[in-house]
């Protein structure tokens, strides 16, 4: 009999990217010639965790206290401006007074504490039906369950249809609606919303809230800066967010662990934009509460580490030069392994940029053992199979899709 209390007798993590990634470490370090297609880092043509140097810079211009010193639970004055000023980038004047910042663990600890603090207990958390898996555990971990939209439509678009029906029905049933969207660059599929279903997504919020129901839009962004289409595009949308309805807000989930690749470093934010007041008041008190209880405060070396990068002309020019670097490096892997699939008539799940590629596959833990054999680890998650183009070379995309499609076939 386990003494687990009863809520905790089925936790298990059930995710399997950390374990197959680590199985592909420990073989590639035998091994290698493994190709490793596994955990979403980023790591450049010669098989090294990319780091960037104008972030390795300002970790050097850091003093003690900088680095180790406790920090306050919601993060420090710098660590909100820079944030501000990365996420709203021109128009930060006009955004300043209207949003706040709470520091968190990464995205995961922003993702966390907005479904504990936006939904009841018993409530389900609106997810898309090809997702980042861990959204279900971090809503079972604050006593929330989850019902899934359909990412895509027949179209292969963004599914504003189903997204509005399954919407109504959660404001039916528990009076609010929490949704999560990831966007752009989707984990897993490299998914792109595009202007008008944004505009879509937004005009159902408004809709929604007219009555004064909650409806909270949990953006998840962890993947904004690696948009082949750079600032201007990824950011248009998240200047909507100023004419939400009093009752409506959105939060973004900003990850360190992507943009500036701190990824152990553990470094993250909770951005919410309301234009009512009270609004950002709740929010500040509650997350502070919630980040007070289960993590005290984020690291004081993630913050400052962004609050340099962003800050500091000097450091913030150099690391967006190496921010496109890497962005265009990422552009040219996606694009080779596209067009490998469509010469070798492999399928993928609509796709755009970013960290992963999709396949729909029926039976992908015998994809994954075939492609074993062949030296090349990738992620079997439901009815697809996730590629991690960030972490192989360009030479490596052009060959898989040859071998993935050969696993298909012969399974
Ligand atoms: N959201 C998505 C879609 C992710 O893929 C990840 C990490 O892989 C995260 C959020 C959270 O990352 P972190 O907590 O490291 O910032």
Redesign the pocket.
């Known amino acids: 009999m386990s003494i687990l209390a009863k809520r905790s007798l089925i936790k298990e993590d059930k995710s399997n990217i950390i374990t197959l990634g680590q199985i592909a470490k420990e073989m590639k370090k035998k091994d290698p010639e493994i190709v490793n297609a596994t955990i979403?880092m980023l790591y450049d043509e010669d098989g090294k965790l990319l780091t960037f140097k104008s972030v390795d810079k300002a970790l050097l211009s850091l003093n003690a206290d900088e680095k180790y010193a406790y920090a306050s639970t919601p993060g420090s004055k710098d660590y909100h401006e820079a944030l501000k000023k990365w996420v709203f980038r021109e128009k930060y004047d006009e955004f300043k007074d209207i949003s706040s910042v709470m520091a968190t663990?990464?995205?995961?600890?922003a993702?966390s504490n907005t479904i504990a603090n936006y939904l009841n207990d018993g409530d389900n958390v609106l997810v898309p039906n090809y997702m980042?898996g861990?959204y279900k555990q971090v809503a079972y971990e604050n006593n929330v369950g989850f019902e899934t939209y359909n990412l895509f439509n027949e179209d292969g678009r963004f599914d504003l249809k189903d997204v509005k029906e399954k919407m109504l029905k959660l404001k039916e049933t528990q009076k609010r609606v929490l949704i999560i969207v990831?966007d752009p660059c989707?984990?897993p599929t490299g998914f792109i919303m595009n202007d008008s279903e944004w505009e879509g997504l937004i005009d159902i919020i408004q809709e929604l809230s007219m009555d004064n129901t909650p409806i909270i839009l949990l953006h998840?962004m962890?993947?904004i800066d690696y948009d082949y289409r750079g600032f201007e595009a990824t950011r248009k949308n998240i200047y909507r967010y100023k004419d939400l309805n009093p009752s409506a807000i959105s939060i973004m989930?900003f990850?360190?662990?992507?943009t500036m690749a701190l990824?152990g470093i553990?470094i993250?934010a909770q951005i919410c934009v309301s234009s009512n007041k009270d609004n950002l008041y709740d929010f500040d008190r509650a997350n502070k509460f919630s980040s007070r209880s289960k993590w005290s405060n984020s690291t004081q070396l993630g913050m400052n580490l962004i609050s340099k990068v962003v800050l500091n002309d000097e450091f913030r020019k150099s690391f967006e030069e190496e921010l496109e670097t890497s962005r265009n490096m990422l552009r040219d892997r996606a694009f080779a392994f596209i067009e490998e699939s469509k010469k070798v008539g492999l399928k993928t799940l609509p796709f755009e940029c970013g960290?992963f590629i999709t396949i729909p596959c029926d039976n992908p833990t015998k994809a994954y053992e075939y492609l074993v054999n062949k030296k090349i680890h990738i992620i079997p998650m439901g009815n697809v199979l996730r590629v991690t183009i960030s972490a192989i070379s360009l030479r490596e995309c052009k060959m898989l899709p040859k071998f993935i499609k050969e696993a298909i076939d012969n399974i």
Do not use: E, H, I, V
């Open positions: 979403g663990p990464g995205g995961t600890g993702l980042w861990n990831n989707q984990n998840d962890a993947y989930a990850s360190g662990s992507k990824y553990r993250g960290f």
